[in-house]
């Protein structure tokens, strides 16, 4: 069990820096087009409590869906040990 935690979490770690690089990539792609409008925002986990900042209305509110969504996951995750007995 521990294993498969282990490597879950690895993977997930991986995944975000992949996502990471590709968001930087596809920024780069649409400057070099000469688009100059850029959107984004960011969502800081501290333990199962979200803080979500951004630069308008629409990305601010699709980022606090996935910090809610974040902080779901955290809590099933944590409680499925002791719920696991």
């Given at each position: 069990m521990d294993n498969l935690l282990f490597n879950v979490?690895?993977?997930?770690?991986?995944?975000?820096?992949?996502?990471?690089?590709?968001?930087v990539l596809v920024v780069i792609l649409r400057s070099a087009r000469g688009t100059r409008q850029v959107r984004g925002g960011g969502v800081v986990m501290i333990g199962p409590i979200p803080i979500v900042f951004g630069t308008d209305k629409e990305s601010t509110k699709i980022l606090l869906l996935l910090g809610?969504?974040?902080?779901?996951?955290?809590?099933?995750?944590?409680?499925?040990?002791?719920?696991w007995r």
């Open positions: 979490g690895l993977l997930l770690a991986l995944a975000g820096f992949a996502l990471a690089i590709a968001a809610i969504g974040l902080m779901i996951v955290l809590l099933l995750f944590s409680l499925l040990p002791v719920l």
